[in-house]
């Protein structure tokens, strides 16, 4: 097993695909930075498919488990089936998942990706009326479309649909509670994130965050809510039971990265779009293997690169933020996924 400076384990990676998106939320990708003239990564700039798949395959070498896929909006990559294929035919890598806005999510879309083999979705929704969500997505896009991706999914037979919504205090936090109610006996995990300090560009402030605590209340408020064990060491969310009067239930999971972190079980690393490994949301540096991996061809440098770089890991930013208002440079979350 493959532990960092602080005995944590490697046991996920995130990959980007694009340092797009077709959205332009505030907490993410405010228009005001990421706008007509905001120059993103060229296409020849990009790892190709076959280079991801040998970093990948290295990492699960080193302990990797579970891999998402993320952006930007991964949906925006195109062909991205071909690179699916790809990494669901890794041997010892047992789980693929994709996070998306759903917004490009049609019923073929949502088959083709299942058939490929992403064993799970990640779908973001950060409220459920088209004034908040337009404001939020600064595009103009109708909240009905992301609900039907989200029927999409459901139809072409993924299983565990997260649905994850990120809560700001006086934007979308009037939305919990509506979000419980649409989404109780779906079948569905609803998760709420508090709002995080990733990357520079979304100004964050910390009277903007509602509290997992506050979540938790809010929820109490309405519902019969019990506690559930992780699922694993190192999983991010607190998981609850809801359970309304009518008897219909739903699992909520919370996540808590400001008000109570959890760094010292941190088992993730993150793949930027253009080779470079990142052992921390909310670093400022990363590890470049792209260069490793297309000067060197033996496989064998590539593995001791990536132990090199978790080896020597030390990252805690959460722990060490405790609470207040960061002052070092990040990298943007559309630049590593979340």
């Given at each position: 097993m493959l532990l960092d400076s602080l005995n944590r384990p490697l046991h996920d990676?995130?990959?980007?695909?694009?340092?797009?998106?077709?959205?332009?939320?505030?907490?993410?990708?405010?228009?005001?930075?990421?706008?007509?003239?905001?120059?993103?990564?060229?296409?020849?700039?990009?790892?190709?498919?076959?280079?991801?798949?040998?970093?990948?395959?290295?990492?699960?070498?080193?302990?990797?488990?579970?891999?998402?896929?993320?952006?930007?909006?991964?949906?925006?990559?195109?062909?991205?089936?071909?690179?699916?294929?790809?990494?669901?035919?890794?041997?010892?890598?047992?789980?693929?998942?994709?996070?998306?806005?759903?917004?490009?999510?049609?019923?073929?879309?949502a088959r083709s990706l299942r058939s490929a083999g992403v064993q799970r979705l990640n779908i973001s929704l950060d409220a459920l009326d088209d004034p908040t969500?337009?404001?939020?997505?600064?595009?103009?896009?109708?909240?009905?479309?992301?609900?039907?991706?989200?029927?999409?999914?459901?139809?072409?037979?993924?299983?565990?649909?997260?649905?994850?919504?990120?809560?700001q205090k006086g934007i979308n936090d009037h939305g919990i509670l509506p979000m419980a109610a649409h989404f109780l006996g779906s079948g569905v995990v609803l998760r709420f994130i508090e709002y995080m300090d990733v990357g520079n560009a979304n100004a964050w402030q910390l009277d903007e965050v509602t509290t997992a605590q506050e979540i938790l209340d809010t929820l109490q408020s309405q519902y019969v809510v019990s506690p559930v064990d992780p699922n694993y060491t190192g999983e991010v969310a607190k998981r609850w039971h809801l359970k309304s009067v009518q008897h219909e239930a739903l699992e909520v999971g919370i996540i808590s990265s400001v008000s109570e972190p959890f760094c010292h079980d941190c088992s993730r690393a993150r793949l930027s779009a253009i080779g470079e490994v990142y052992n921390c949301l909310f670093a400022s540096k990363g590890h470049d293997l792209r260069k490793v991996l297309r000067e060197q061809t033996n496989e064998a440098v590539l593995t001791k690169a990536i132990q090199a770089i978790w080896s020597a890991r030390q990252d805690r930013y959460s722990q060490e933020r405790s609470g207040q208002q960061p002052s070092s440079q990040k990298v943007e979350m559309s630049y590593i996924g979340g």
């Open positions: 990676l995130r990959i980007s695909v694009t340092d797009r998106c077709n959205f332009r939320c505030n907490y993410c990708m405010p228009k005001e930075v990421f706008g007509r003239g905001y120059s993103f990564l060229g296409r020849d700039e990009l790892l190709s498919f076959e280079e991801i798949e040998k970093i990948a395959r290295a990492f699960v070498g080193q302990g990797v488990q579970k891999i998402r896929l993320t952006g930007g909006e991964p949906l925006i990559r195109s062909d991205l089936e071909t690179l699916v294929q790809m990494l669901s035919a890794i041997p010892d890598l047992k789980d693929l998942s994709l996070t998306t806005n759903a917004s490009l999510l049609t019923r073929e879309r969500f337009t404001q939020l997505n600064s595009v103009n896009f109708p909240v009905e479309k992301v609900l039907t991706g989200i029927d999409h999914a459901v139809a072409a037979g993924f299983k565990n649909i997260k649905i994850n919504m990120v809560v």
